[in-house]
C-alpha cells in the first residue's frame, strides 16, 4: 500500500517561506510524475507545481517565480520550497503521485498581512 505523508505547513508572514516535505512510503516507482496543489477555503482544488519522471517541472501561474518544486528520488521525497508567500497562498497543500494516483492527507499553509 502506498501512502503519502506531508510536513512543513506553518503559520508565516506575508513575505516569509516555508519548505512543504512529501514523504513517499511504499512502493518506489510511485516516486515518478508527482506533482503539489492547494485548495483555499471555499474554493476548489488547483494544481500548484509538478515534476516529471524526467525532472522537468511546472508551474501554476500564481505561483511562477516564487516557489520551487524538487525531488530527492533516494530519499522518497517530494519538497516545495515557497518564497515571497502571499495571503492568497493561505490553502491546505496536498502532494500526489500520478504514477500510483494517490493523495497525501494535506499539510495547513497559513499566510497573514
Known amino acids: 500500500q502506498v501512502q503519502l505523508v506531508e510536513s512543513g505547513g506553518g503559520s508565516v508572514q506575508a513575505g516569509g517561506s516555508l519548505r512543504l516535505s512529501c514523504v513517499v512510503y511504499?512502493?518506489?516507482?510511485?516516486?515518478?510524475?508527482m506533482s503539489w496543489y492547494r485548495q483555499a477555503p471555499g474554493k476548489e482544488r488547483e494544481f500548484v507545481s509538478g515534476?516529471?519522471?524526467?525532472?522537468?517541472?511546472t508551474y501554476g501561474g500564481p505561483v511562477k517565480g516564487r516557489f520551487t518544486i524538487s525531488q530527492d528520488i533516494i530519499k522518497n521525497t517530494l519538497y516545495l520550497q515557497m518564497n515571497r508567500l502571499k495571503p492568497e497562498d493561505t490553502a491546505m497543500y496536498y502532494c500526489?503521485?500520478?504514477?500510483?494516483?494517490?493523495w497525501g492527507q494535506g499539510t495547513l499553509v497559513t499566510v497573514s498581512s
Open positions: 511504499g512502493y518506489d516507482y510511485c516516486n515518478y510524475d
Open positions: 515534476i516529471d519522471s524526467d525532472g522537468r517541472t
Open positions: 500526489q503521485t500520478e504514477s500510483c494516483d494517490v
